[in-house]
């Protein structure tokens, strides 16, 4: 069965703090892995996308790498700041579909 | 910049009555897909659309549910006879596809809609 697992769940930082997100998933037969924002009661929004023959794909104070043959990957932001406030969702494309975590709740405060 | 849209925001149903959702997904984007979040759960796959067809649909998503591409800018989510465990944020996404660039892969989420079954 094809499954993501998100960790830690939740995470507090200080504003400023570099944090990884963790994603890992059971199915190493992958066509992308995208990583999403989530607002509360609100659509996700893109922040990167990882093709299945990459390694990391930066956006900004965004870096997420892939460990296809371990099934990993993790989403690095640095400099956190309170607007990074929000849920992050790792998303498995295996074909047709995405395959989600169940996501990280982080809340940096100022 | 393009983004997906979703109508109603929010819809209230008794159980047994046919809802309809609608999208409209990014203009010149091929796939589009059906995804819903129960209240506190994981985002999960409904179906996906390609080519004026299903491409793969889970298991949730049976005889209760279709979608349909009813012009060149709507997709549509019927759901038949509705049940309380319906309820939940149905969103629509959309994906440029193989005819673009390094973009092409990236699903694109629309805001929601939140269905509330009485």
């Known amino acids: 069965k094809q499954e993501v697992t998100q960790i830690p769940a939740a995470l507090s930082v200080p504003e400023g703090e570099n944090l990884v997100l963790n994603c890992s998933f059971t199915?190493?037969?992958?066509?992308?892995l995208q990583w999403f924002r989530q607002d509360p009661g609100k659509g996700l929004t893109s922040l990167l996308l990882?093709?299945?023959?990459?390694r990391e794909q930066t956006s900004g104070r965004l870096n997420a790498s892939l460990d296809k043959s371990s099934g990993r990957s993790t989403l690095y932001i640095a400099a956190s700041q309170p607007g990074d406030s929000a849920t992050y969702l790792c998303?498995?494309?295996?074909?047709?579909?995405?395959?989600f975590g169940a996501g990280t709740i982080l809340r940096v405060k100022s | 910049e393009p983004e997906v849209t979703q109508t109603p925001s929010h819809q209230v149903t008794q159980m047994g009555q046919e809802v309809i959702l609608r999208c409209v997904p990014i203009?010149?984007?091929?796939?589009f897909y059906w995804y819903r979040q129960i209240l506190g759960q994981k985002v999960e796959f409904l179906v996906s659309?390609?080519?004026?067809?299903?491409?793969?649909k889970s298991e949730i998503f049976d005889d209760q549910f279709s979608v349909e591409r009813p012009d060149g800018s709507n997709f549509t989510l019927k759901i038949r006879s509705t049940k309380l465990e319906d309820s939940a944020m149905y969103f629509c996404?959309?994906?440029?596809?193989?005819?673009?660039?390094?973009?092409?892969?990236?699903?694109?989420f629309g805001p929601g809609t939140r269905l509330t079954v009485l």
């Open positions: 996404a959309s994906r440029l596809g193989l005819a673009g660039g390094p973009d092409r892969n990236t699903q694109y």
């Open positions: 199915d190493s037969a992958i066509y992308n």
């Open positions: 990882i093709q299945s023959s990459q």
């Open positions: 998303a498995v494309e295996y074909g047709n579909k995405l395959v």
């Open positions: 203009s010149n984007h091929l796939y």
């Open positions: 659309f390609y080519n004026n067809e299903i491409s793969e």
